[in-house]
């Protein structure tokens, strides 16, 4: 299908992730961020205690990496959001990894059917794919030196559980993304704790308010000086969120929410669109 027809309404003069293109091509053409006058925002802001330009953000995923940063930066986006990495390297899914879909709001329903055209809702699957942390780390590194003091860089990590890890073993390794985010340079690191689109433990964390709190304090024990934040799911059980606040209150400074919600998706010809669980 010709990207043309799968824009819609969100077509627009910027350069933007092309769908049709697989996550390895979009990660290597990022667009080019010279020629972007942006508008200052008015006022004074803050983000977990620290000064920015705006309130202005992009939540983990559409920046790949740190061109794709360093573009939305000269946007005039002011916190900006790495997407999420991890401590060994991983492929994304194959294509499709972003779908339009057809929902007119209200309660989402297990399984959605595909749209041509974007009317509001995506369909996301990649797997969370990471490159390497010495990869990334130079990455962020290199970005945090090109932006300037009123942007916040946050950088997000998730653990990638090996066979026969327990809980202590998972916190270990977000607690180690997060010394290398920190260590890079990052203003801020965000946990990712839910992920729809992988079934593993660490895409549910949010959850379980024991094994969420175990990990928040390992990782707030290796980065005791850098905000840290993080990111929960759709959680339609009060007691649950409840627990969860009491399990990670001393140990974070911000929940971020809420990532997207779980569900099939349709083509016409009735199979299931994504590969991913
Ligand atoms: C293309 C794309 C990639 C995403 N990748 C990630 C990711 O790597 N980590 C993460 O925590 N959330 C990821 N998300 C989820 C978003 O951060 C956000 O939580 C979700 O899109 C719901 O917010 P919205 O309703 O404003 O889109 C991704 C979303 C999109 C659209």
Redesign the pocket.
């Known amino acids: 299908m010709a990207w043309d027809s799968l824009i819609g309404d969100v077509n627009s003069y910027f350069v933007k992730?092309d769908i049709t293109r697989d996550y390895a091509w979009n990660f290597d053409h990022a667009p080019e961020s010279n020629q972007i006058d942006a508008a200052p925002v008015a006022g004074e802001w803050a983000y977990c205690g620290v000064p920015v330009d705006s309130p202005l953000g992009i939540?983990?995923?559409?920046l790949l990496n740190g061109n794709w940063m360093l573009y939305y930066s000269a946007l005039g986006f002011d916190i900006l959001?790495y997407?999420?990495v991890r401590s060994r390297e991983r492929a994304s899914y194959e294509l499709p990894?972003?779908q339009p879909i057809a929902w007119d709001g209200g309660e989402v329903p297990t399984e959605l059917s595909v749209a041509s055209k974007m009317n509001g809702s995506?369909a996301?699957s990649?797997g969370?794919p990471s490159k390497s942390p010495s990869f990334w780390r130079d990455d962020v590194a290199a970005t945090r030196s090109h932006l300037d003091k009123g942007k916040f860089l946050c950088v997000?990590v998730?653990a990638t559980a090996q066979d026969g890890w327990l809980i202590d073993d998972i916190a270990d390794d977000y607690a180690q993304c997060a010394k290398w985010a920190a260590g890079s340079g990052a203003d801020g690191v965000?946990a990712?704790f839910?992920?729809p689109n992988v079934s593993s433990v660490d895409g549910q964390l949010f959850l379980n308010p024991t094994d969420a709190g175990i990990v928040a304090a390992k990782m707030r024990e290796a980065i005791p000086q850098t905000p840290l934040l993080l990111?929960v799911g759709h959680i339609e059980n009060r007691e649950i969120a409840h627990a969860l606040l009491e399990s990670v209150a001393a140990s974070v400074d911000a929940l971020?929410m809420?990532?997207?919600v779980s569900a099939k998706v349709r083509q016409p010809n009735g199979g299931v669109l994504f590969e991913g669980p």
């Open positions: 992730y939540a983990a995923g559409p959001t997407k999420t990894n972003l995506w996301v990649f969370m997000s998730v965000e990712n839910s992920c990111k971020v809420v990532n997207g």
